[in-house]
């Protein structure tokens, strides 16, 4: 019933941008927490960045100080901010939301950096 979509994924450049989008739909209520993970071709599913209702924030050291989280709860959204992208971030990203203390997951969108 919960469905996760994101956008903005692309080919860039190392060293340029990229804003992910996630927006979710659904029978949601009472979000715990948001965030963004990502999985590379034959390699497992990594944390990326994550969101609390409080507003804390969690980051995987690989991406702390180039990426940015930031969502809105009663919007049922969620953005990643990457800059200084690197090739090693070449991956799908995956939005991810806890509700009722289960997760869910978006599609995924895939983000190749490559000159």
């Known amino acids: 019933q919960v469905q996760l979509v994101e956008s903005g994924g692309g080919l860039v450049q190392p060293g340029g941008s990229l804003r992910l989008s996630c927006a979710a739909s659904g029978n949601i209520f009472a979000i715990n927490g948001m965030g963004w993970y990502r999985q590379a071709p034959g390699k497992g599913r990594e944390m990326v960045a994550r969101i609390f209702s409080a507003g804390n924030t969690l980051y995987a050291d690989s991406v702390k100080g180039r990426f940015t989280i930031s969502g809105i709860y009663a919007k049922n959204t969620v953005w990643l901010q990457m800059n200084s992208l690197k090739p090693e971030d070449t991956a799908v990203y995956y939005c991810?939301?806890?509700?009722?203390?289960?997760?869910?997951w978006g599609q995924g969108t895939q983000v190749t950096v490559s000159s």
């Open positions: 991810q939301m806890t509700l009722a203390g289960s997760d869910y």
